[in-house]
């Protein structure tokens, strides 16, 4: 999982503010996949984005969550006024083609909301 | 019924046994299976990856899928304190969009004890 950034490693949020998730793939890979991990559900994919596009956000809440993944720089996972359940491990990947049977992970982002 | 089943653990053997770590499914439409390690607090690590029936061998890991039983199992041979870690299987299916959505499985956690 070599190349794939995520920051803040650790990030507090108190209810209702918003949290803001960093992920910079491996250089030359242009599609990323956010992922959210709970202790007792493993991993659950959010969304999947090409560069400037949203491919498929059919994990990811209608309400509070959005991501980005602009032509220059990292993709972004944005969580507006987050509640207590919002808290876990969220996980980005990257691959270089669509077939993401060798996507990389990043180290992941734990949230935590108090 | 989850569409990926798998046994969570925890698994603790002996150092030098032969670990089988399994996971069954519930769609025929999957096609590519893939096991994932993942350390403590860190990100998950693809090791291998497999498409049809069969064995797929990589140093002392063997994975095996069985499509017409929907298995799959992760054999790992001479295991040692090091292979302890939480291994993840994950399976993809083409989406309408044309890209191969990934489900996983909630984990194994494994412990080898020296």
């Known amino acids: 999982n070599a190349g794939v950034m995520q920051n803040p490693r650790h990030l507090v949020r108190r209810r209702g503010q918003e949290a803001r998730l960093r992920c910079s793939p491996v250089k030359g890979h242009s599609h990323v996949y956010w992922y959210r991990q709970l202790p007792e559900e493993g991993l659950k994919f959010m969304v999947y984005l090409q560069k400037e596009n949203i491919i498929d956000e059919s994990g990811m809440p209608k309400e509070r969550f959005s991501a980005e993944f602009p032509k220059e720089g990292p993709s972004i996972l944005r969580i507006q006024q987050v509640v207590r359940g919002d808290s876990a491990a969220y996980f980005c990947a990257s691959s270089p083609h669509t077939l993401n049977t060798e996507a990389f992970f990043g180290q992941g982002t734990r949230l935590t909301v108090v | ?114």
Do not use: H
Request: glycine share 8%.
């Open chain 2, 1 to 114: 019924q989850k569409e990926v089943e798998q046994d969570p653990g925890p698994l603790s053997v002996p150092e030098g046994a032969i670990v089988s770590l399994n996971c069954t499914y519930s769609n025929s439409a999957f096609q590519y299976f893939m096991w994932y390690r993942q350390y403590s607090r860190k990100g998950p690590e693809l090791l291998m990856y497999t498409y049809s029936s069969g064995n797929k061998e990589d140093g002392r890991f063997t994975a095996q899928v069985d499509k017409s039983s929907k298995y799959i199992s992760l054999f790992i041979r001479d295991s040692q304190p090091s292979d302890s870690a939480t291994y993840l299987c994950a399976m993809t299916q083409a989406d309408s969009g044309g890209y191969q959505k990934v489900t996983f499985g909630t984990g194994t956690k494994l412990q080898v004890i020296p």
